[in-house]
């Protein structure tokens, strides 16, 4: 078994964790998408009247309510791309990286926003229709800490089908994630962007899904605290929780998933934010080798980026 995609995909999450210990301003953006996201889940489940719309207004809603969704993601993560970029001439700015986020990268990200957002809408009606709709008890229906939790937390009956298409929408995710820094950093439109994303993708699929795996496992550690709360602290199947869990410690435990769910979003763009850059580095060292004459290396040749040490040798390629 070969084990050196496993170990370059490990470099990409402790370089990641790195990075969030010097800098963990750069959560922000994801942190405050989360609290665009939670209000909106949990008023579209308990306070919007659905029963108004007809199917057809119904599905183009939840297309809207999803493509904001996106929009929001894709943008706070070219913000986070942004003040990367910006390590190369000293701190980084959320400010600053806010404003040039605007002026350049705004038409670009709604276009792959729009594409992100369509895939991921098209996914979430399949999913309806193969799992069938849900009959919920009155419990779940009423609007209290302990339900807001779980709604936000995604957090329900296991199924085989629910897990495929969880694992389908990290995937897509990820792959977005290996398309935002063409747009932030080299300035490409769109397409062009999502070319050279996948381009990277198919040279380094390997390392992408050990990334994808530990990615995956760092999540469900991250959520293994309200995954017992929710287990253990609720009733299943009729049948009584183990213990009573007081309102303010499910207000704590909403707070822990913002943080969680935030942290893990920046773990996903940062690995693919990384192998683009590894990408790029090794595309660098390929070109001397042949216009030298010298043997051309292969990936597994070249050492990770580290984004706390020489910076400005990394985005030597990106326009500015």
């Known amino acids: 078994m070969d084990t050196s995609n496993w170990n370059r995909g490990w470099q990409l999450i402790t370089h990641s964790l790195a990075v969030f210990q010097k800098y ?26 659905w029963q108004h719309f007809d199917t ?23 913000i986070l791309l942004e003040m990367i970029k ?19 990268d705004l038409t ?4 792959l926003a729009f594409a992100w957002g369509a895939i991921w809408f098209a996914l979430t009606v399949i999913e309806a229709l193969v799992s069938g709709r849900r009959k919920d008890d009155d419990n779940d ?24 298409f969880e694992a389908l929408q990290k995937g ?16 490409m439109n769109f397409i062009d962007a999502t070319k050279k994303g996948l381009a990277v993708l198919r ?10 795996a530990l990615t995956y496992a760092a999540a469900a550690i991250a959520f293994l605290p309200p995954a017992l709360l929710f287990t253990f602290g609720t009733s299943h199947h009729g049948q009584p929780p183990l213990f009573q869990v007081p309102d303010f410690l499910w207000a704590c435990c909403i707070v822990y998933i913002g943080l969680a769910w935030s942290f893990c979003l920046y773990l996903e763009q940062m690995s693919m934010a990384e192998l683009y850059l590894w990408h790029q580095k090794w595309e660098r060292a390929f070109e001397v080798a042949r216009l030298s004459t010298r043997p051309l290396p292969a990936f597994k040749d070249i050492e990770p980026p580290v ?14």
Request: hydrophobic letters at 55%.
């Open 307 to 320: 984004l706390l040490v020489n910076v400005s040798n990394l985005f030597s390629q990106a326009s500015r």
């Open 108 to 111: 670009s990200l709604l276009a």
């Open 141 to 164: 229906q009423e609007f209290n800490a302990r339900n807001a939790a779980e709604t936000i937390a995604n957090f329900g009956q296991f199924s085989l089908s629910r897990a495929f």
């Open 86 to 104: 910006q390590m190369e001439d000293g701190e980084p700015s959320l400010r600053a990286a806010l404003s040039r986020t605007f002026s350049k």
């Open 24 to 49: 963990p301003l750069f959560i922000v953006p994801i942190l405050m998408v989360w609290c665009i996201y939670a209000p909106t889940v949990l008023f579209l489940k308990y306070g919007f009247p």
């Open 172 to 187: 897509i995710r990820m792959v977005v994630f290996l398309i935002l820094p063409a747009i932030a950093w080299e300035n």
């Open 203 to 212: 040279a380094h699929l390997a390392v992408f899904a050990s990334g994808y």
């Open 56 to 78: 057809a207004q119904t599905m183009a809603i939840l297309f809207v309510v999803i493509f904001i969704l996106s929009f929001a993601i894709v943008l706070s993560c070219d």
